[in-house]
């Protein structure tokens, strides 16, 4: 098994509840969502999309989901984000000039079909989700923060939203279904 990068006695599980790894550390029995400080982020990221990303193509159970959406989306936090950390980074120092200028070239690089952005979520995107491609699964009206949402309705399925900006930092949305 390949190297995730993380302190020790710290290991990435998976959470059935949530269809998500997290970080456990054994000799604590200290779980958490985001990864513990002194990671590896390099690392990590490359052992995450080797061993954690979701397949692209995934069964909706059908007819469960009226009045919802699926989307997927790439997040870069920024320091004064709600929560600023990931776990891509601990401790998120960014502005959000700087957040901008990420995002932004993510933008770039996906609308020049040089990558989709279900690639770069896996390893560019400080949310969860990254490891399932950004995929954030079904969801309705109300579910989302308010901008997000906005966004997210109003794309037809296969298109990316421009730069979104919310209290979580600043998104890019693809509408899946």
Request: proline letters at 5%.
């Amino acid at each position: 098994m390949s190297d995730p990068g993380l302190p020790p006695s710290w290991e990435v599980r998976h959470s059935n509840s949530k269809n998500l790894p997290y970080y456990f550390n054994a000799s604590s029995m200290e779980s958490r969502w985001e990864p513990p400080s002194g990671t590896d982020t390099e690392k990590l990221k490359a052992y995450m999309a080797q061993h954690h990303s979701a397949p692209t193509v995934r069964q909706d159970g059908g007819g469960m989901n009226e009045g919802k959406i699926r989307a997927s989306h790439l997040l870069v936090k920024h320091k004064d984000s709600r929560r600023p950390s990931s776990w891509r980074e601990a401790n998120i120092t960014r502005t959000k000039e700087e957040a901008l200028s990420i995002i932004h070239r993510h933008e770039k690089h996906i609308r020049e079909d040089s990558t989709s952005l279900g690639d770069l979520a896996v390893t560019e995107s400080d949310d969860s989700s990254a490891r399932k491609r950004g995929d954030l699964g079904f969801f309705g009206r109300g579910d989302m923060q308010k901008e997000f949402e906005e966004a997210a309705f109003a794309l037809k399925p296969g298109e990316v939203s421009g730069v979104v900006e919310t209290a979580s930092g600043v998104h890019l949305i693809e509408r899946l279904e």
